[in-house]
C-alpha cells in the first residue's frame, strides 16, 4: 500500500467519527426557567443600572480579559458544551449578593458556552429573584467596544 492510499484510508476512517464529534456540543436555549435571557443591549443597559456582572469561565479566561467589573465565579461543570447537569458541578455561591434582589448578570463565551447558563441557573434554585442569563457573552459585549478589564 502506497502513502497516498494509506493517506486516503486513515482521512475517510476519521471522518466515519466526525458525526459523532459533531453532536458533541449542543447549542444553548433561547431562554432560562425563572430568569431572562438578555442581548447585549438589555446587558449593557443592566451594566449602566449596577447589575452584578458574574463571568462563570475559568480563572485563565477571567484573567485575561472580562467585563468590566465583573466578578469571576466559575462554574465547575462536570458535563461542559451540554446541558446535562450533574449533582457534582459547583459554583462558590457565598461569592454572590448576600441581597437576593440584586440584579445579576451571567455571561461566558457566547451561545456554545454552557458555564453561564449554569450559573444563572444555580442562581435561580438559590433563591436570587433578578437573574439574567446574557447568552451572546463576552465575544457580543467585546463586538460593541463595551468596557471590558
Known amino acids: 500500500m502506497n502513502i497516498r492510499s494509506l493517506f486516503s484510508l486513515v482521512f475517510a476512517g ?5 458525526p459523532g464529534f459533531a453532536l458533541a456540543v449542543e447549542e444553548t436555549p433561547q431562554a432560562i426557567p425563572g430568569g431572562k435571557m438578555v442581548d447585549v443591549a438589555q446587558a449593557k443597559a443592566l451594566f449602566d443600572k449596577g447589575a452584578v456582572f458574574v463571568d462563570s469561565r475559568v480563572a485563565a479566561e477571567y484573567a485575561e480579559k472580562h467585563i468590566k467589573g ?6 465547575k461543570e462536570t458535563h461542559k458544551k ?3 447537569l450533574d449533582p457534582k458541578d459547583s459554583m462558590d455561591m457565598t461569592k454572590l449578593p448576600a441581597d437576593k434582589n440584586k440584579a445579576l448578570v ?6 456554545p458556552c454552557w458555564r453561564g447558563y449554569k450559573g444563572a441557573d444555580a442562581a435561580i434554585k438559590a433563591g436570587y429573584k433578578q437573574v439574567n442569563w446574557f447568552r451572546d457573552g463576552l465575544p457580543a459585549w467585546e463586538s460593541k467596544g463595551y468596557p471590558t478589564e
Open 14 to 18: 476519521s471522518m466515519a467519527f466526525a
Open 70 to 75: 465583573a466578578l469571576g465565579i466559575v462554574y
Open 106 to 111: 451571567f455571561y461566558c463565551n457566547g451561545s
Open 82 to 84: 451540554v446541558g446535562k
